[in-house]
């Protein structure tokens, strides 16, 4: 009798288990044979500089004329930059918190187009926690994050023709123009090596130094001395002419590039525009996020 209860008992079980087996497949699916939804994600660092912040602007304007079916929503990667903001009254979302509202709002796939320099850090955080949105029950179908500016040999070559095209029209032979970039300890930061190296091969006059990398206002500095250069436009090589543009580059404290410049007897011209300024610096993050959408 024991025997003949154990294997019904097991027979029960067995059944329960198969029939439970669709349910847990239909589980599985069911995000899949929700109706599609698109949405696009723009995620920048920030920042809190409002004249600054026109850059952005510029940018929206770019992606809503190429996708606008579209619903588009902003993310800021950076915590100082968002809590600065909020004591102004204004909230932006952090990246995964602007992922989480487009999931509740039953979006299915979503294009995330980075609005960095290089694929740093951040870049690797975006693309880790857009990935994890995907992957939990009841997430997205698709998530796929698209490349920052500076992601292969062609996005080199368009950013040198572009930075060719927004040279100062009043630059004279024999002066320099020196980019800031920010720079990284990411390996990713030989991209700005690489710029540098075909910034060169346009002009010897064109330099790039980072405020956090290997390419140094020092190194700079020394090149141009040697060359006898008595004057440099400064130029942000940055989305936006933030903080790191008005402090770093242009500022009038000792450290600033200006500062370390002019003590030197070069003459400096800080041009305070960001990248995000320019139609074709903007259209390489355009076009790397057509590359995105055209999954879907």
């Given at each position: 009798?024991?025997?003949?209860?154990?294997?019904?008992?097991?027979?029960?079980?067995?059944?329960?288990?198969?029939?439970?087996?669709?349910?847990?497949?239909?589980?599985?699916?069911?995000?899949?044979?929700?109706?599609?939804k698109k949405g696009i994600l723009l995620v920048t660092f920030g920042t809190s500089i409002e004249k600054a912040a026109i850059a952005f602007t510029n940018i929206e304007k770019k992606v809503k004329a190429e996708f606008p079916d579209v619903?588009?929503?902003?993310?800021?990667?950076?915590?100082?930059?968002?809590?600065?903001?909020?004591?102004?009254?204004?909230?932006?979302?952090?990246?995964?918190?602007?992922?989480?509202?487009?999931?509740?709002?039953?979006?299915?796939?979503?294009?995330?187009?980075?609005?960095?320099?290089?694929?740093?850090?951040?870049?690797?955080?975006?693309?880790?926690?857009?990935?994890?949105?995907?992957?939990?029950?009841?997430?997205?179908?698709?998530?796929?994050?698209?490349?920052?500016?500076?992601?292969?040999?062609?996005?080199?070559?368009?950013?040198?023709?572009?930075?060719?095209?927004?040279?100062?029209?009043?630059?004279?032979?024999?002066?320099?123009?020196?980019?800031?970039?920010?720079?990284?300890?990411?390996?990713?930061?030989?991209?700005?090596?690489?710029?540098?190296?075909?910034?060169?091969?346009?002009?010897?006059?064109?330099?790039?130094?980072?405020?956090?990398?290997?390419?140094?206002?020092?190194?700079?500095?020394?090149?141009?001395?040697?060359?006898?250069?008595?004057?440099?436009?400064?130029?942000?090589?940055?989305?936006?002419?933030?903080?790191?543009?008005?402090?770093?580059?242009?500022?009038?404290?000792?450290?600033?590039?200006?500062?370390?410049?002019?003590?030197?007897?070069?003459?400096?011209?800080?041009?305070?525009?960001?990248?995000?300024?320019?139609?074709?610096?903007?259209?390489?993050?355009?076009?790397?996020?057509?590359?995105?959408?055209?999954?879907?």
């Amino acid at each position: 009798m024991l025997k003949k209860a154990a294997v019904l008992i097991c027979a029960v079980c067995l059944t329960a288990l198969l029939f439970s087996l669709p349910a847990i497949a239909s589980g599985g699916h069911g995000k899949h044979h929700q109706d599609m939804k698109k949405g696009i994600l723009l995620v920048t660092f920030g920042t809190s500089i409002e004249k600054a912040a026109i850059a952005f602007t510029n940018i929206e304007k770019k992606v809503k004329a190429e996708f606008p079916d579209v619903p588009l929503r902003w993310a800021y990667t950076s915590h100082i930059i968002r809590t600065k903001l909020a004591k102004q009254g204004k909230y932006l979302d952090s990246v995964e918190v602007a992922l989480a509202k487009m999931m509740d709002e039953g979006f299915t796939h979503i294009g995330v187009q980075s609005l960095h320099m290089i694929p740093g850090y951040e870049y690797d955080d975006v693309k880790t926690n857009a990935k994890l949105f995907q992957n939990m029950s009841g997430g997205f179908t698709k998530v796929i994050v698209g490349h920052p500016m500076l992601a292969g040999s062609d996005d080199l070559s368009r950013v040198v023709d572009n930075i060719m095209t927004i040279i100062p029209k009043e630059r004279k032979q024999g002066e320099a123009v020196i980019l800031m970039g920010h720079g990284s300890h990411h390996p990713a930061n030989a991209f700005y090596e690489a710029m540098q190296y075909r910034l060169q091969l346009k002009d010897p006059n064109l330099y790039l130094g980072t405020v956090e990398g290997s390419l140094t206002i020092d190194d700079i500095k020394a090149q141009i001395l040697k060359k006898g250069i008595k004057k440099a436009y400064l130029v942000p090589f940055m989305s936006v002419a933030g903080e790191h543009a008005i402090n770093d580059m242009a500022g009038a404290e000792a450290d600033s590039w200006k500062s370390i410049l002019t003590k030197d007897g070069v003459v400096c011209v800080p041009v305070l525009k960001g990248l995000a300024e320019y139609d074709g610096m903007i259209d390489i993050w355009v076009d790397h996020l057509k590359d995105v959408m055209g999954h879907y």
